[in-house]
């Protein structure tokens, strides 16, 4: 059964530096892998969709890294600001999957301090 | 706007009492999806529906039913037959095997 596992589970950092958010998966088997953004008490934000046959996927700030291989993803975010703050989660699609189910890490509540 | 609505916001249930969460999207998406999160965990897939009168269960189904008569509508409703229902539920929305979008959710308590 595929395991998704986001280390480490909340981070704090001061304005401006960059941010790393990583992701494992324990079955390389994937369709694609999709990182969203929660703020509390709401819904999912799509922010980025990597296919399993790309390395990285970029948008504006933000920039996914994908190793298939290695069971591996990382979020970078570039510059943080305040407003970058939140839970930033990850989810992977099985490679026999296509139509179904995500399947989600518990996230990494993320800080960003002014 | 195209997007996910889900209602109502907040929702209270008594014990032994039957809910239905409501979850309509208008992105013409074929495949719409339940999940439930709980504090300090991931998301939890419930249920989910590739094709109108068809779905299938998720990981933790048992307690909860959904149907699916129209593509952009897909209730779920969680019976009293769920012995821990308080959680915040999610529906999202993909057309097949691409990026998912999500409502907004709906908090779940049991009074």
Redo the contacts between chains.
């Keep these: 059964k595929q395991e998704?596992t986001q280390i480490p589970?909340a981070l704090s950092v001061p304005e401006g530096e960059n941010l790393v958010l990583n992701c494992s998966f324990t079955d390389s088997a994937i369709?694609?892998l999709?990182w969203?953004r929660q703020d509390p008490?709401?819904?999912?934000?799509?922010l980025l969709?990597i296919q399993s046959s790309q390395r990285e996927q970029t948008s504006g700030r933000l920039n996914a890294s994908l190793d298939k291989s290695s069971g591996r993803s990382t979020l970078y975010i570039a510059a943080s600001q305040p407003g970058d703050s939140a839970t930033y989660?990850c989810?992977v699609?099985g490679a026999t999957d296509?139509?179904?189910?995500?399947q989600?890490?518990?996230?990494t509540q993320v800080v960003v301090t002014p | 706007d195209g997007g996910i609505t889900q209602s109502p916001k907040y929702l209270f249930r008594k014990e032994g009492q039957n809910v239905t969460l409501s979850c309509e999207q208008n992105l013409n998406h074929d495949a719409m999806y339940w999940y439930r999160q709980d504090p300090g965990q991931g998301l939890r897939l419930i249920y989910y529906s590739q094709i109108v009168n068809d779905f299938q269960k998720g990981d933790i189904a048992e307690g909860y039913s959904v149907s699916r008569e129209k593509k952009e509508s897909f209730p779920l409703t969680v019976t009293s037959a769920q012995k821990n229902p308080t959680a915040f539920y999610l529906c999202a929305s993909s057309f097949m095997g691409a990026e998912a979008f999500f409502g907004q959710g709906t908090r779940l308590t049991v009074v």
């Design positions: 998704v589970a369709y694609n999709q969203f008490g709401k819904g999912l934000t799509s969709l989660l989810a699609r296509s139509w179904g189910k995500l989600f890490g518990a996230g």
